[in-house]
């Protein structure tokens, strides 16, 4: 059973930086891709960024150049560096792992999530 443990929420003032870190339970080389996505209330969870196995990395335009997603393979890791944080970056953020299982079928993972709240 795969689990992701998502942590490094918090509240931050605007302009604030954090870094949130998503520890699998198992090798996450064996995941095709990882990602953040994010749920703020009244509204749909969202990609935040996304990074292959080979390291090809995606980001939604709401936070290209604030944002970086990175992997620490040894560690079993994903991270999401977050600068510049702005209060409609305020969201539940949740770490996704994806694992190709055939040509046709995909299973994902989710965490649990962890609150990230910017404001003053």
């Known amino acids: 059973q795969v689990q992701l443990v998502e942590s490094g929420g918090g509240l931050v003032q605007p302009g604030g930086s954090l870094r949130l870190s998503c520890a699998a339970s198992?090798?996450?080389?064996?995941?095709?891709?990882m990602g953040w996505y994010r749920q703020a209330p009244g509204k749909q969870r969202e990609l935040v960024a996304t990074?292959?196995?080979?390291?090809?990395?995606n980001y939604a335009d709401s936070v290209k150049g604030r944002f970086t997603i990175s992997r620490d393979n040894a560690k079993n890791t994903v991270y999401l560096q977050m600068n510049s944080l702005q209060p409609e970056d305020t969201a539940v953020y949740y770490c996704k792992a994806e694992r190709v299982l055939t040509t046709s079928a995909i299973q994902n993972y989710w965490g649990l999530g962890t609150q990230v709240t910017v404001s003053s």
């Open positions: 198992g090798s996450i080389f064996s995941f095709n891709a």
């Open positions: 990074i292959t196995k080979g390291g090809s990395t």
